[in-house]
């Protein structure tokens, strides 16, 4: 079943602007991960943040994570027309390694 | 890092028939997971194929409609039988190599 709840579900920015995705989930985790997924094509991993990890940095990509209000958030900053994507929340389960539990998706479209 | 191949990259399928989806590693891992995206919407997990064991599968999924086969450490196999057009989607398989990593998926459509 899917327990990711991703907002908003379509973003159009500016080249150089930063966007905001957000992600909630409904019950405990390992971890949770953040995916980008160009025209339906394989999905590539972007950044891993662990359940007792409150933020993360990974070039001009910033997760927040707060397990008490079971959401994280995925910041791009200074986007490109090339982060052009969908990109997907999952989330990993304490007892279940490698299965992940996928959110809905935000569409992130950068207008050059 | 993993690098992950399907087979065939894309079909187009007729209602009623089978396809076989091939998925190889070029690392040994342990588990494979199959995942399933219906068009415009997120992925689902199919089932995890176990090498040496049945696959386990996940709610809304049975081994009828879709068997899977692990014969060794970097190879797997999902069949979609007697596909209907609901069965359109891409299917890609993923493994666990320190991170989680994602084939490029399989892009089924069935008329």
């Known amino acids: 079943s899917q327990q990711g709840e991703e907002d908003p579900q379509a973003l159009s920015i500016q080249e150089g602007e930063n966007a905001t995705m957000n992600c909630s989930y409904k019950t405990s985790i390992n971890n949770l991960q953040w995916y980008r997924q160009n025209s339906g094509r394989g999905l590539v991993h972007l950044i891993l943040i662990r359940s007792n990890e409150r933020e993360k940095h990974s070039g001009r990509l910033r997760v927040t994570l707060d397990t008490s209000k079971k959401s994280s958030s995925l910041l791009i900053t200074a986007s490109r027309a090339a982060d052009t994507a969908s990109y997907f929340c999952?989330?990993?389960?304490?007892?279940?390694?490698?299965?992940?539990?996928f959110g809905q998706g935000t569409t992130l479209q950068v207008k050059p | 890092s993993a690098v992950i191949s399907q087979k065939p990259s894309r079909d187009i399928c007729q209602r009623g028939t089978s396809l076989t989806i091939q998925c190889q590693v070029d690392?040994?891992?342990?588990?494979m997971f199959w995942y399933r995206q219906q068009p415009g919407q997120s992925l689902t997990l199919i089932a995890t194929a176990n090498q040496g064991s049945e696959a386990t599968y996940e709610s809304g999924f049975v081994i009828d409609k879709f068997p899977i086969s692990r014969p060794n450490l970097t190879f797997s196999t999902l069949t979609v039988s007697n596909m209907s057009p609901e069965d359109s989607s891409i299917y890609l398989c993923s493994v666990v190599w320190h991170t989680q990593y994602f084939g490029p998926g399989t892009r089924l459509t069935v008329l």
């Open positions: 999952a989330t990993e389960a304490p007892s279940n390694t490698g299965k992940l539990i």
């Open positions: 690392s040994q891992v342990t588990m």
